[in-house]
């Protein structure tokens, strides 16, 4: 049992981690994004739909491109056309919603026979992610530069850095980590379902804001939601100490400390202070 709750853990909190450090590398420059969520389905839609036509890897780099446009798509909206960073967030989940829906159903991806991706190295990669990401941004000047453009867009201009630039290149990455989160439910599902993503988006924002803006911290509070919902799979219907929690319970424990958190009631992280600012 301890070894199938570790295993399950981690194959949960793949797709969260790669989210979380997606919104990590927008959010560090600067730029809100909420729409991970929708950034998350259209790369699971885009890899369901592609890969009986191309194989595995050609669908995951087809689906990386879709979201990498789609985040650009934010970008320019925030940063060209200054429009509300939350609402252009929303604009990218209710596009993706919609346009996955349609092209899914063209497609007929949810009976698609999808080739297996490779579940292992996604979860290996994802393990190491938010230490890659920590030692970028400690020790390059790409990282300091995007620290600095999301703590303050004024003195970076002054220091002469570009933050549309900065930020430009952040949200690449944001559609780059949070299309691999999208790619690896289609691993395990081996096909397309409208409400596959089911919140996981936003249960990586809520992770990144618990761990303060900061990967290891962040990492930490995925491999936290992922237990969470190992244990809905692991005790859903049975006894725990003694007590029957109802199935309902063990199915809301993840999305209630979502909650929870995005509330700022499990302690408030260092917000960057050039948040939503351009």
């Not at 890659?132 to 201009?157: C, E, I, M, Q, S």
């Not at 969470?228 to 063990?250: C, D, H, K, N």
Request: proline share 5%; aromatic share 8%.
């Amino acid at each position: 049992m301890p070894n199938v709750l570790v295993s399950q853990t981690l194959a949960l909190s793949t797709p969260l981690l790669f989210a979380a450090m997606g919104g990590y590398a927008s959010e560090r420059s600067g730029v809100v994004n909420i729409g991970l969520e929708g950034l998350m389905l259209t790369a699971a839609c885009a890899a369901a739909v592609a890969a009986p036509h191309y194989g595995p890897y050609a669908a995951v780099a087809i689906a990386l491109a879709v979201t990498v446009l789609l985040s650009l798509l934010h970008w320019l909206a925030t940063q060209v056309y200054r429009i509300d960073h939350v609402i252009s967030g929303m604009a990218v989940n209710l596009l993706a919603a919609g346009g996955t829906n349609f092209v899914a159903s063209l497609a007929n991806a949810a009976s698609s026979d999808v080739p297996h991706l490779p579940v292992v190295g996604y979860e290996g990669v994802a393990l190491g992610l938010p230490f890659v990401v920590f030692l970028y941004v400690r020790a390059t000047r790409g990282g300091l530069r995007l620290v600095a453009t999301g703590a303050d867009p004024d003195k970076a201009r002054l220091a002469g850095l570009v933050p549309e630039r900065v930020r430009l290149a952040a949200l690449i990455a944001t559609g780059l980590f949070a299309g691999l989160g999208g790619t690896m439910l289609v691993a395990y599902t081996e096909g397309f379902t409208n409400d596959m993503v089911a919140g996981r988006g936003y249960i990586a924002l809520a992770a990144l804001v618990l761990g303060g803006w900061r990967p290891l911290p962040t990492l930490v509070a995925c491999l936290a939601f992922g237990l969470m919902s190992a244990l809905r799979i692991q005790y859903a219907g049975g006894t725990v100490l003694g007590v029957s929690p109802p199935s309902e319970f063990w199915a809301a424990l993840p999305y209630l400390a979502t909650v929870v958190a995005l509330a700022g009631l499990l302690g408030r992280g260092r917000v960057p202070a050039g948040l939503g600012k351009s």
